[in-house]
C-alpha cells in the first residue's frame, strides 16, 4: 500500500527523529545546571552581575527554544496530517507508522 508522500523538509525533520536518541532534554538540564551553578556563585559572592548573567542566559537558551517550536511545528503538523489521512484512507497500516 502506498505510503504518505513527504516534502524534503518533512523527511529531514522524520529522519532526525528516526537517528536521534530521542533525549533532548539533556540539551536543557546542561544550560539549566550551568546557570544553577552561577545563580549560586552569585549568591555565595553577593554578586549581581552574575545573577543577572544567570538570568540572561536562561532567557536566552529559552528564547531559542521557542524559536525551534515555532520552526518546526507546522511541519509536524504535517506530518502528522498525513499519516491520519493516509490511516482514514486505510493506506497505512498502524503497523507500518514506524517504518518510513
Given at each position: 500500500?502506498?505510503r504518505?508522500?513527504?516534502?524534503?523538509?518533512?523527511?529531514?525533520?522524520?529522519?532526525?527523529?528516526?537517528?536521534?536518541?530521542?533525549?533532548?532534554?539533556?540539551?536543557?538540564?546542561?544550560?539549566?545546571?550551568?546557570?544553577?551553578?552561577?545563580?549560586?556563585?552569585?549568591?555565595?559572592?553577593?554578586?549581581?552581575?552574575?545573577?543577572?548573567?544567570?538570568?540572561?542566559?536562561?532567557?536566552?537558551?529559552?528564547?531559542?527554544?521557542?524559536?525551534?517550536?515555532?520552526?518546526?511545528?507546522?511541519?509536524?503538523?504535517?506530518?502528522?496530517?498525513?499519516?491520519?489521512?493516509?490511516?482514514?484512507?486505510?493506506?497505512?497500516?498502524?503497523e507500518?507508522e514506524?517504518?518510513?
Open positions: 500500500m502506498p504518505p508522500q513527504f516534502t524534503k523538509q518533512e523527511q529531514v525533520l522524520i529522519d532526525w527523529v528516526k537517528v536521534s536518541s530521542g533525549d533532548s532534554s539533556s540539551y536543557m538540564w546542561t544550560y539549566l545546571v550551568t546557570t544553577a551553578i552561577i545563580a549560586g556563585f552569585a549568591v555565595y559572592f553577593e554578586s549581581i552581575v552574575m545573577l543577572v548573567c544567570a538570568f540572561v542566559i536562561v532567557g536566552f537558551f529559552r528564547i531559542k527554544e521557542e524559536h525551534a517550536q515555532k520552526r518546526w511545528a507546522p511541519i509536524w503538523t504535517s506530518i502528522l496530517t498525513k499519516y491520519e489521512e493516509a490511516l482514514a484512507d486505510g493506506d497505512v497500516s498502524p507500518q514506524g517504518e518510513t
